[in-house]
Each structure stands twice: as C-alpha cells, then as structure tokens.
C-alpha cells in the first residue's frame, strides 16, 4: 500500500492523540440531545449523572482502583496542582516537596513556583537523574525528611518515554509516614496499573493523551488520604472538585479507558515492534544517531533519538514537508534554541541535545508509515548535515 500524498504521518503522541471514533460516539449523545445537568433532581438529567458514574468505574477498572477514588477534573495540570497543593494544606508545618529535575511543567513549573512566591517558605529536592534517565533509590531514600509533606514523581517521562519504579518509591514514602504523588499522564493506557494493593496517594491522568478529548483528567484519590479540594464550589465530585462536570469528555473519558483496558497488551506488542522497527532503522541507517533514555525501562511508544550537529527545529521543519508530525527536544524561546530540561539533566551534549526528535507512536500508526519515515530520514539529516560546518569538523 503507498500513502497518498495528503496522508499525514501522526507520531506525536505524546503530545496529544487522535480521539477514537469509540469515543466521539459515545460522546457524541451528550452533546446533542442528552445535555441535562447531572445534579438536577429530575430524571433527565439523572440519566447524564448516570454516565458519569458508569465513566467514573471505567477508569477506575483501567487504574484498579474502586471508583470512589476517582475525581474528574479539566486536565493533568489541574490534577497535578491539586494533588500537590492539598497535601502542602494538609500539613502547613511540613515546608518540604520532592520530585525530579525531569518532570513536565505542570508540575516543575509549580515547584519553581512554590519557592518562589512564597519567599522560599517551600523548600524542592529535585532529584537527579542518569544518563540513561533513571533515578537512584538511595539517593531518593536519603532525600525524605521529617519535614516532606509530599513527593511528586511521573510515573513515565513524557520526553523519553523513561519509566521511574513509582510503585517502590511510593511504599518507601508511606513508611515515612509521607504522600506520594505519581503524574501518570504518560503511562495510563500504556501500561498496565493497578493501584488497589499499592501505595500511591495520588495519581494524575489526562484525556487527550489516551485518544479521550482535550480538557478532562482525572485526580485518582486513594480512600482514606488526607484531601483538600483546589477547586470549591458546588458539591461536584462529593465535594472534592467544584464545577459542573465537563459530561461529553468524562463520557469520552471512560470510553477510552475502557478500549485501553480491552485492548492494551495487545495493540502495546504491536505499537511497541513499530517502534522498535522505527528506532533501529534510524540508528543504523543515519551515522551519529544516538537513543536518548534507557533502551527498556521506556514506554513501548516513545523514541527519542539525537542526530548531532542538526537543529532539531530545522529537521521537524523539514519533516514537515513530508507531512510526518514529531516533536523536538529543543525550544525556542526567546530566538535561542534552549535543549529541554529533561534532556540537560541527562546530561545529553548540547550537539546531541539540540538535535533531538521524539517519535511518540499510537494504535494508529501503521508498517507503511514506519517504512516511510525511515525512507525519508537519513536524506533530511544528510541535508541539513550538509549545511553544517559543526558537521564537517566532526564527522
Ligand atoms: N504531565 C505530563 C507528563 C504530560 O505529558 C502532560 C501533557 O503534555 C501534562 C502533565 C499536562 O496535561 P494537560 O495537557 O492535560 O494539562
């Protein structure tokens, strides 16, 4: 089979995905004519309140967790924030957070901050990691204080795809007696979770990543954690988060739950020889090719890979031309190209760091599109290899 030349190639998946056809219809009612509000005390809007709760057991089942630990609300962000911010309220002696350096914004940007506009009354460990991304327990151990009120740590890294033993480390938490928060945007759907003999307090997961809409997520609660809500208002969610529910997306929400929970090993074996098809072509057919996080403690879905001596903004654009979506491990801000966070902390080199692309695949991605782009590839480095002069110094 060829692609046709408008067909787009999706492997930013990490990013957002493509909301599966499953999940618009089932969504698609309560768009239209089922648009009751779920607290009003007619049957109407009983009936939407329904779909709520049977959403609320399918994400719950996918998270093997009952459903009363499970709390809508608009996006990882806003779980990540709350889980964070309850415990800080919880307990307002404590003055100590832990997470990593490799974290995504939501919840780096709020620890930045937490020092920051509270004139330092919050004080951050974040943790180091390996060349190969990974995190050392010890090191971790040795970071809990009497003074921790919560540690933040994702389960996998939305970069490299790196998976932290969150599970271990929480168990080490609660025998601290502290709060353990794991931001599961990443993992949820991608592996299989099972939070019911755990020790994880919290847990976030937002819907766009797992082929539900934009602007709904979920704050999983374990029963009996101490809770604060963010947001107050209406009795929403018994309390813990105000606000009338966004129905169609929490609809959404427990559809691809439970596609995830049907389908996961199954479409993850395929997804992941995509992947590995994908990531081994391009490190033996382009030289200077270097794989970014650890080769298996990783996301069976996300490759990142460095091609030194390129701009990796200049290679999307290029794969642009070719209608192939990634993303770059690079952002520009401020007209200077700035290698991720994630990335630095690895300690990746800057001629590696600067040119690094995450492929991040999906159910969707197919054989074909795989051949394509490692048709494509090792032409655009060349290219742009050619405009170089780090290039020709180095190669
Ligand atoms: N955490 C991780 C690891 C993510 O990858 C993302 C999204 O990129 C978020 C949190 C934020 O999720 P949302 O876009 O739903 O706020």
């Known amino acids: 089979?060829?692609?046709?030349?408008?067909?787009?190639?999706?492997?930013?998946?990490?990013?957002?995905t493509r909301v599966a056809p499953e999940v618009l219809d089932a969504m698609m009612p309560y768009l239209s004519d089922l648009y009751g509000n779920p607290s009003s005390m007619h049957t109407f809007g009983g009936r939407v309140g329904q779909a709520i709760s049977g959403a609320r057991q399918s994400v719950a089942n996918l998270l093997g967790a009952s459903a009363d630990e499970i709390v809508f609300t608009s996006c990882g962000t806003e779980s990540d924030s709350t889980a964070i911010l309850s415990a800080l309220q919880t307990y307002p002696?404590?003055?100590?957070?832990?997470?990593?350096?490799?974290?995504?914004?939501?919840?780096?940007?709020?620890?930045?901050?937490?020092?920051?506009?509270?004139?330092?009354?919050?004080?951050?460990?974040?943790l180091?990691?390996?060349?190969?991304?990974?995190?050392?327990?010890?090191?971790?151990?040795?970071?809990l204080t009497d003074e921790t009120a919560i540690v933040s740590v994702m389960w996998a890294n939305n970069e490299t795809g790196v998976?932290?033993?969150?599970?271990?480390?929480?168990?080490?938490?609660?025998?601290?007696?502290?709060?353990?928060?794991?931001?599961?945007?990443?993992?949820?759907?991608?592996?299989?979770?099972?939070?019911?003999?755990?020790?994880?307090?919290?847990?976030?997961?937002?819907?766009?990543?797992?082929?539900?809409?934009?602007?709904?997520?979920?704050?999983?609660?374990?029963k009996g954690t101490p809770f604060i809500p963010f947001l107050n208002g209406g009795h929403q969610e018994r309390g813990r988060r105000g606000g009338t529910e966004n129905v169609a997306s929490i609809v959404g929400l427990g559809k691809a739950c439970e596609l995830a929970a049907a389908k996961m090993e199954e479409e993850n074996s395929r997804v992941r020889t995509l992947r590995d098809k994908l990531e081994k072509g391009l490190l033996t057919t382009i030289p200077k090719a270097l794989l970014n996080g650890h080769?298996?403690?990783?996301?069976?879905?996300?490759?990142?890979?460095?091609?030194?001596?390129?701009?990796?903004?200049?290679?999307?654009?290029?794969?642009?031309?070719?209608?192939?979506?990634?993303?770059?491990?690079?952002?520009?801000?401020?007209?200077?190209?700035e290698p991720s966070h994630v990335l630095r902390a690895m300690g990746v080199p800057f001629t590696a760091a600067h040119g690094s692309i995450r492929f991040s695949l999906s159910v969707y991605n197919t054989d074909e599109e795989v051949d394509f782009v490692l048709q494509k590839m090792p032409a655009i480095i060349a290219r742009l290899r050619e405009l170089s002069p780090f290039w020709e110094e180095n190669k």
């Open 1 to 16: 089979m060829t692609l046709s030349a408008e067909h787009v190639i999706y492997m930013d998946n990490n990013a957002t």
């Open 93 to 126: 002696e404590k003055n100590h957070v832990v997470t990593t350096r490799v974290e995504h914004p939501a919840v780096k940007n709020l620890c930045d901050n937490l020092e920051i506009f509270t004139g330092r009354k919050y004080h951050i460990t974040r």
């Open 128 to 143: 180091p990691v390996a060349e190969d991304g990974t995190l050392d327990l010890q090191r971790y151990r040795d970071s």
């Open 163 to 222: 998976l932290f033993p969150v599970e271990e480390m929480a168990r080490i938490a609660k025998e601290r007696g502290i709060l353990f928060h794991t931001d599961a945007v990443q993992a949820v759907g991608k592996i299989p979770i099972s939070l019911q003999e755990g020790a994880i307090d919290f847990l976030s997961i937002s819907g766009h990543k797992l082929h539900a809409p934009k602007g709904v997520g979920v704050l999983y609660i374990r």
């Open 295 to 337: 080769p298996q403690h990783r996301l069976p879905n996300t490759a990142n890979i460095s091609f030194e001596y390129v701009e990796g903004e200049a290679i999307l654009l290029m794969m642009n031309q070719h209608n192939i979506c990634a993303s770059s491990g690079s952002a520009c801000t401020s007209g200077s190209l």
